[in-house]
């Protein structure tokens, strides 16, 4: 089992779900950072949700955070976290978090 695709989707999922982005062709993020830390065995079996919440915002950047729970035990397995970056392509630069785009994550902000 690979955890980082699984942090993938369920970064694109609350992207695209929460209406932060409105599709993959208008994608304005970079991903910097990222860890997951393992709390307990996941067997191929086992039937695991991943779910994501906002820790913080800053400038140009802002942090999720997922979680991986044993859907039956309701017990979670993994923690992990990622930080991804508003990127201006063109100038292949990071770039501040326009305002509407903020306004957005601060919905969601785990507070």
């Known amino acids: 089992m690979s955890y980082f695709i699984y942090l993938e989707q369920a970064r694109v999922v609350f992207l695209l ?3 932060i982005v409105p599709n993959l062709d208008s994608w304005p993020f970079v991903l910097v950072s990222t860890h997951c830390d393992y709390k307990q065995q996941i067997y191929v079996n086992d039937n695991i949700v991943v779910t ?4 913080e915002i800053g400038r140009s950047s802002f942090t999720l955070s997922h979680e991986f729970i044993h859907q039956d035990r309701e017990e979670l397995l ?4 990622a930080v991804i970056v508003h990127f201006d392509f063109e100038k292949q630069k990071s770039s501040p978090i326009p305002d509407e785009m903020r306004y957005i994550l601060e919905k969601f902000l785990n507070k």
């Open 17 to 19: 779900d929460n209406e």
């Open 52 to 55: 994501s919440s906002l820790k």
């Open 78 to 81: 993994a923690y992990g976290e």
